[in-house]
């Protein structure tokens, strides 16, 4: 199984720019999942931000990011990418990497993320 582990986490100034990075540790390609990313803000369910097929060809974002934030994959080199900009208070999370082992190149279900990175903090300021 995939081990999952998220980068590029900190802090920045409203309306700036951070990069964030999943990479894995050990196990199975990137190319056997469908990959996403959620945030989670402490006293509250984790959320869904944006999700990626297993070949990269189909993505979806969630309405509060759509148009700041891409997602992207590098499967030859087992990485992942959500690059965000014009970020707003509302944006400071943990943000987490999620892998979902589906066979089809589609996007899943929330239910079907299976492995999880342990997180990286995003902290936004005005």
């Known amino acids: 199984q995939v081990q999952l582990v998220e980068s590029g986490g900190g802090s920045v100034q409203a309306g700036g720019f951070l990069s964030l990075s999943c990479t894995t540790s050990s196990g199975r390609s990137f190319s056997s999942y469908a990959m996403g990313w959620f945030l989670q803000v402490p006293g509250k369910e984790r959320r869904f931000v944006a999700g990626?097929?297993?070949?990269?060809?189909?993505?979806d974002y969630a309405d509060f990011v759509k148009g700041r934030f891409t997602i992207s994959s590098d499967n030859a080199k087992n990485a992942m990418f959500l690059q965000m900009r014009s970020l707003s208070l509302e944006d400071t999370a943990a943000y987490y990497c999620a892998a979902a082992p589906i066979v089809r190149d589609i996007l899943p279900f929330d239910y079907e993320y299976a492995v999880w990175g342990k997180g990286t903090p995003v902290t936004v300021s005005s």
């Open positions: 990626i097929s297993r070949s990269g060809s189909v993505t």
